[in-house]
């Protein structure tokens, strides 16, 4: 315990001289006023439960999963407590989560933060350095956004974006928002710039290429794009991302409001057997490491990132309870006017600090739901459930390719679920 107040002292005093440094190229920013004004604004992200219906295994080039939103029938009782009017004619509702209510304990931290006066007396050590990270990062918020954008416009024609864009977005988003910044980009690429190509001459930073392989022969494999780690936590945890390049879409011209909307909404589902199916096999992985190094998971619930230039989707799955969650089917963007949506840093800086904001579903809830992804059941009928405990980090890269909702009553399942 001693050590822990120690090293949080320590840590403080590290922060107020950074905070109380001359800022030569721009006032001293206030940050308790940018993060309230983040909190006040907050725009709440969703997350549906999804059902696998069908998949196949054994072959990482052409996974094949066929999903739907998880729905079940409707509760005439709770609908009329909560809902008085709501309609449940096709005696089906769809559920949701509000990510504030997953995520409580980092909306928490930031409330006690905001409203004690930027005093970090409360979370512990993992609370104080993820903070730092993001107070640190909200110094250079412009600058980051301005090179974020001239690489997006820089790099988006060139024949191989994709190393390029998540370099950008690694070393001037991700990476920031973690302690440490550690991370790995996947050794996969064909192209591996040895250093940031944001032309930035203050920045030069290296960029750090590995394995990020993992996965069984017997169900699925998963290679993030990038993989990235807090400092404090030695590795033992760490959140995939994979990118996706979008950007030719979005530059078509004679593209109208309708048509955009239609692609922006459609984005995840080209790439969901893909993004949803190694979001499941890390989170089993994530287990399996734990297990390994003796760690007691404090959460089952596991997120993943989907990154494209313009838009980020959250995937979290439960491995314990087979509960799969998604935000796939609303518009979150990564921008706002011409700068980041603070509301989307917000969500992004949680899910990689997940260690220490610990995710989690309130019991009804996780009962609730508990196997409505219907993975475990799939696993079982094909005898092979237990091969997930055999899901590990590869020592090489396997060969891969790259190429009745409409009258549904949607129902908040904290509340549906009292």
Same mark, same amino acid.
């Not at 690489?151 to 950008?168: D, Q, W």
């Not at 590995?210 to 069984?216: A, M, V, Y």
């Not at 936590?233 to 979005?250: C, G, S």
């Not at 003796?294 to 087979?322: F, N």
């Given at each position: #315990?001693? +050590?822990?107040?120690? $090293?949080? /002292?320590?840590?403080?005093?590290? %922060?107020?001289? &950074?905070?109380?440094?001359?800022?030569t190229h721009h006032k001293k920013p206030n940050f308790t006023k940018d993060l309230r004004m983040a909190l006040e604004n907050y725009t709440e992200l969703h997350l549906r439960p999804i059902k696998i219906q069908q998949?196949?295994?054994?072959?990482?080039?052409?996974?094949?999963?066929?999903?739907?939103?998880?729905?079940?029938?409707?509760?005439?009782?709770?609908?009329?407590?909560?809902?008085?009017?709501?309609n449940t004619k096709n005696g089906?509702?769809?559920?949701?989560?509000?990510?504030?209510?997953?995520?409580?304990?980092?909306?928490?931290?930031?409330?006690?933060?905001?409203?004690?006066?930027?005093? #970090?007396? +409360?979370?512990?050590? $993992?609370? /104080?350095?993820?903070?730092?990270? %993001?107070?640190? &990062?909200?110094?250079?918020?412009?600058?980051?956004?301005?090179?974020?954008?001239?690489?997006?416009?820089?790099?988006?024609?060139?024949?191989?974006?994709?190393?390029?864009?998540?370099?950008?977005?690694?070393?001037?988003?991700?990476?920031?928002?973690?302690?440490?910044s550690q991370y790995r980009i996947s050794d996969d690429y064909r192209d591996q710039p040895p250093f940031c190509p944001c032309k930035d001459i203050t920045c030069d930073r290296h960029i750090v290429y590995g394995q990020t392989s993992f996965g069984h022969n017997d169900v699925w494999y998963g290679r993030p794009d990038v993989l990235l780690f807090p400092k404090q936590t030695e590795n033992a945890y760490m959140v995939p991302l994979w990118y996706i390049n979008t950007q030719d879409e979005e530059n078509e011209e004679m593209e109208d409001i309708h048509s955009l909307e239609m692609k922006r909404h459609s984005k995840f589902e080209k790439y969901a057997s893909q993004v949803l199916s190694q979001a499941i096999i890390f989170a089993f992985y994530q287990s399996n490491l734990l297990e390994e190094r003796r760690i007691e998971p404090l959460s089952t619930l596991v997120p993943s990132l989907v990154i494209t230039p313009d838009q980020y989707y959250i995937i979290m799955y439960d491995y314990k309870r087979d509960i799969l969650l998604s935000n796939e089917y609303q518009v979150s963007s990564l921008w706002e006017d011409d700068g980041l949506n603070l509301s989307a840093i917000l969500d992004i800086w949680m899910v990689l600090n997940y260690k220490d904001f610990t995710p989690h579903l309130k019991s009804s809830v996780a009962q609730g739901l508990d196997g409505s992804s219907n993975f475990h059941g799939i696993l079982k009928s094909r005898n092979i459930f237990d091969e997930t405990k055999r899901i590990r980090m590869l020592r090489y890269t396997p060969s891969k390719t790259y190429d009745d909702e409409e009258n549904m009553i949607v129902q908040d399942a904290y509340t549906y679920f009292e």
């Amino acid at each position: #315990m001693l +050590s822990n107040r120690v $090293g949080l /002292a320590a840590l403080r005093d590290t %922060l107020n001289i &950074f905070f109380n440094r001359n800022f030569t190229h721009h006032k001293k920013p206030n940050f308790t006023k940018d993060l309230r004004m983040a909190l006040e604004n907050y725009t709440e992200l969703h997350l549906r439960p999804i059902k696998i219906q069908q998949c196949d295994f054994g072959d990482f080039e052409k996974v094949s999963l066929e999903y739907k939103e998880y729905t079940i029938p409707a509760d005439e009782r709770r609908c009329a407590s909560h809902r008085p009017a709501c309609n449940t004619k096709n005696g089906n509702i769809l559920l949701e989560v509000k990510f504030s209510k997953v995520f409580e304990d980092g909306f928490k931290s930031l409330k006690d933060y905001v409203y004690n006066n930027g005093r #970090m007396d +409360s979370g512990g050590l $993992g609370h /104080a350095c993820a903070l730092s990270s %993001l107070l640190v &990062f909200l110094t250079e918020l412009h600058e980051h956004e301005q090179i974020l954008q001239d690489g997006f416009r820089r790099y988006s024609k060139v024949v191989n974006p994709e190393t390029y864009i998540a370099a950008l977005l690694t070393n001037h988003l991700l990476s920031c928002l973690v302690f440490g910044s550690q991370y790995r980009i996947s050794d996969d690429y064909r192209d591996q710039p040895p250093f940031c190509p944001c032309k930035d001459i203050t920045c030069d930073r290296h960029i750090v290429y590995g394995q990020t392989s993992f996965g069984h022969n017997d169900v699925w494999y998963g290679r993030p794009d990038v993989l990235l780690f807090p400092k404090q936590t030695e590795n033992a945890y760490m959140v995939p991302l994979w990118y996706i390049n979008t950007q030719d879409e979005e530059n078509e011209e004679m593209e109208d409001i309708h048509s955009l909307e239609m692609k922006r909404h459609s984005k995840f589902e080209k790439y969901a057997s893909q993004v949803l199916s190694q979001a499941i096999i890390f989170a089993f992985y994530q287990s399996n490491l734990l297990e390994e190094r003796r760690i007691e998971p404090l959460s089952t619930l596991v997120p993943s990132l989907v990154i494209t230039p313009d838009q980020y989707y959250i995937i979290m799955y439960d491995y314990k309870r087979d509960i799969l969650l998604s935000n796939e089917y609303q518009v979150s963007s990564l921008w706002e006017d011409d700068g980041l949506n603070l509301s989307a840093i917000l969500d992004i800086w949680m899910v990689l600090n997940y260690k220490d904001f610990t995710p989690h579903l309130k019991s009804s809830v996780a009962q609730g739901l508990d196997g409505s992804s219907n993975f475990h059941g799939i696993l079982k009928s094909r005898n092979i459930f237990d091969e997930t405990k055999r899901i590990r980090m590869l020592r090489y890269t396997p060969s891969k390719t790259y190429d009745d909702e409409e009258n549904m009553i949607v129902q908040d399942a904290y509340t549906y679920f009292e």
